[in-house]
């Protein structure tokens, strides 16, 4: 049986000089995936189950215009199988579509919210969105509490951002320009994190009585502003992977 790896688990075997036979997958099927490169562990992810992707995150790039650098992928299927209870909620507010980009979103805010050093006095923290390859974009406010039915509906009627939005938040898709976002932000004012999500697979809809996803997997890359302290980043960046890992976690609001 041929080993089961994604590109980017092969790319980063090859990068740090690792020999992936070595190495338990967590993927489906026991494919292994870049968590798996990034810190090996000897408990594979079962499909669909809920046990957190437990590992030290560290950059997988040099640093960027000011951000530390985190690429990374997740099993789309654990997302999928707690979905249907969801759908059936979102299929009332939204009029029977609901996206896996709800999730996304929400993880990446919890997160952040991780580590509320950096955080505004207030604690108010908006996010700008672009979607359909920078073509959408829309803003959503003071995020931070909300809970995953409450962004995917704002998300659906969420507004265009004014010229003097400042985010502390950006997810775009992977086909989105540095140009589009960069259009869109004050120049004194950057955003803390940036999260671009490669392919298409946050946009598959799901609908109530459909549970079938596709056996791929979710890339992204992670981005957090070097103003925030190293070790803050790193925290950051593994509680993300870790709520893609364990969606369910993302449906409690603390």
Not at 81 to 86: A, E, F, G, K, L
Not at 107 to 121: L, T
Not at 134 to 147: E, R
């Amino acid at each position: 049986m041929p080993m089961l790896i994604s590109p980017l688990a092969k790319k980063l075997c090859i990068a740090k000089g690792i020999d992936p036979t070595q190495l338990r997958g967590s993927g489906p099927r026991g494919r292994i995936m870049a968590a798996d490169v990034v810190e090996p562990t000897n408990a594979p992810q079962k499909r669909g189950g809920t046990a957190m992707a437990e590992f030290a995150a560290t950059p997988t790039r040099p640093e960027k215009d000011g951000y530390y650098v985190y690429d990374g992928e997740v099993n789309m299927h654990a997302l999928a199988d707690i979905s249907m209870p969801i759908a059936v909620q979102c299929e009332k507010l939204l009029e029977n579509r609901y996206s896996l980009f709800d999730y996304i979103v929400r993880a990446v805010v919890k997160a952040c919210c991780s580590c509320p050093s950096w955080q505004d006095p207030g604690g108010q923290i908006d996010v700008l969105l672009f979607e359909d390859a920078g073509k959408s974009q829309s803003c959503l406010m003071n995020v931070a509490k909300k809970s995953i039915y409450r962004l995917a509906k704002e998300t659906a009627k969420a507004s265009p951002p004014t010229p003097d939005f400042s985010p502390h938040i950006v997810v775009c898709d992977t086909l989105t320009t540095r140009e589009q976002v960069a259009a869109k932000l004050q120049a004194d004012k950057r955003p803390g994190f940036a999260l671009v999500i490669r392919g298409v697979t946050p946009k598959v809809e799901i609908r109530a009585g459909r549970d079938e996803l596709d056996d791929t997997c979710l890339g992204y890359t992670f981005y957090a502003a070097t103003t925030i302290s190293p070790a803050e980043a790193n925290r950051i960046a593994a509680e993300l992977q870790a709520f893609l890992y364990n969606p369910v976690r993302l449906l409690l609001l603390n």
